[in-house]
């Protein structure tokens, strides 16, 4: 075997050196982030596959008797909830970024840019990492039932016309693509009273509601009654009123905008009094 020279060897480690060095860990590329996308959608494949019946025992251990024969009839669950939030970043580039790395354990399915593009993210079946602890109504994983989407926006500045476009024909395409009713187009703050704000008190929920995206109070209000129980209206609404200051705050920063005090004045209790009949 023909040995080769020492210069040979040290230029043989530069390269290796530097190849090793190109990639820092946590460094995403899009490749990578394909080929992991593919690689999970593979095994939850597989998950599917199974065919293994349930595991079951009484209260004294014995196994209960089951099988597995597989129905005819099925297909995938859809989702029947979406949930908006803002990025609070400065960039579309920043929060891809965001939701490529796995430490952050955030994604959405969806980020809609300032300037109106759309980036999608996650197959609207599968199951996206938007909502964390949160809870509307009775419904306690709202990732397993929603469409997450991310607007552009550091939560001080208002949603460009562009990116209302882009997001009202996306909202659009959701509903008619899997029925979403109306009254499930809902904030990450309205879910997580509390813990979040977004989206900010500048997002334009009224003209959302216009399109047929979530509610909003009528012209023309009428006075609530004297002993109105606006504690149970924000419940039936579907917010978590454990903290019913936090409730009142979340639900002014979408339907009062103006004022997110927890305290509601004349005025907000006939906006709720009109706003809850309608969920
Ligand atoms: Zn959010």
Known sequence: MKLLRPSFYL?????LFASCKAKKPGIVTAV???????????????IAKQMQPVVLADSLGAPIPSDFVGTVNFNLRKPNYVILHHTAQDSLA???RTFSLVRTQVSAHYVVGRDGKVVHMLN?????????VSKWGNVTDMNSCSIGIEIDNNGIEPFSDAQMKSLLTLLSYLKNTYNIPAANFIGHSDIAP????DPSARFPWKTLADRGFGYWSDDILELAPENFDYATALRLMGYDTHNLSAAIKAFKLHFIQTDVSPQLSQLDLNVLYNVYKKY
């Open 11 to 15: 230029l043989l480690l530069t390269i």
């Open 32 to 46: 990578d982030n394909k080929k992991v996308y593919k690689s999970q959608i593979d095994s939850f494949l597989d």
């Open 194 to 197: 509390g813990r979040k704000t």
């Open 94 to 96: 920043q929060t891809i």
């Open 124 to 132: 609207d079946y599968l199951r996206s990492w938007h909502a964390g």
